[in-house]
T-cell receptor
Framework: GENVEQHPSTLSVQEGDSAVIKCTYS??????FPWYKQELGKGPQLIID?????GEKKDQRIAVTLNKTAKHFSLHITETQPEDSAVYFCAAGDKLIFGTGTRLQVFP | EAGVAQSPRYKIIEKRQSVAFWCNPISGHATLYWYQQILGQGPKLLIQ????????DSQLPKDRFSAERLKGVDSTLKIQPAKLEDSAVYLCASGTLQNTGELFFGEGSRLTVL
């Protein structure tokens, strides 16, 4: 089955800096890779996703890149803001196996 | 558009007691999922429904957990008897496409087993 590893587990940045979170997956048949943001006391919310037929996708300050050969994908957040502070999860596979999460803290 | 509704938000029980969680998905969503999220970990899929049929329950501890989706809409997840390691947040999610597509999560039901 699919196995997803995510790092770092915590990430602290200054407001305005960029943040990068990386994930690796094991099942080469996986073709859908979403990123979810979870704020305290709430359920995860989809922020961006990518399918295996593209290498990069952007949505304003957020971008995701996918390297199918290396079986890894990354979340890039530019110009970070305090409201970006949350736990971010990557996921992969048709059963949506989640990574262990990255706690992002953006300091003003 | 109303989101995924879950209840109760919090529940505290003693081990060996039973508990039930309820989920009302977004109207029209065919797929419904129950995830278990232990503190500090990512959500782990317990069971997936397509309408009122089970698609995947391979990770559901069937000796103590059960779930049903009545008439393809609401769903209940039951734990009986509960163990200490069942302490977690139980998240319900719904979606429109099987397997690949955005999932909409509820706020979860936090269970504490003493």
């Amino acid at each position: 089955g699919e196995n997803v590893e995510q790092h770092p587990s915590t990430l602290s940045v200054q407001e305005g800096d960029s943040a990068v979170i990386k994930c690796t997956y094991s099942d080469s048949a996986s073709n859908y890779f979403p990123w979810y943001k979870q704020e305290l006391g709430k359920g995860p919310q989809l922020i961006i996703d990518i399918r295996s037929n593209v290498g990069e996708k952007k949505d304003q300050r957020i971008a995701v890149t996918l390297n199918k050969t290396a079986k890894h994908f990354s979340l890039h957040i530019t110009e970070t803001q305090p409201e970006d502070s949350a736990v971010y999860f990557c996921a992969a596979g048709d059963k949506l196996i989640f990574g262990t999460g990255t706690r992002l803290q953006v300091f003003p | 558009e109303a989101g995924v509704a879950q209840s109760p938000r919090y529940k505290i029980i003693e081990k060996r007691q039973s508990v039930a969680f309820w989920c009302n998905p977004i109207s029209g969503h065919a797929t419904l999922y129950w995830y278990q999220q232990i503190l500090g970990q990512g959500p782990k899929l317990l069971i997936q429904f397509q309408n009122n049929g089970v698609v995947d329950d391979s990770q559901l501890p069937k000796d103590r957990f059960s779930a049903e989706r009545l008439k393809g809409v609401d769903s209940t997840l039951k734990i009986q008897p509960a163990k200490l390691e069942d302490s977690a947040v139980y998240l319900c999610a719904s979606g429109t496409l099987q397997n690949t597509g955005e999932l909409f999560f509820g706020e979860g039901s936090r269970l504490t087993v003493l």
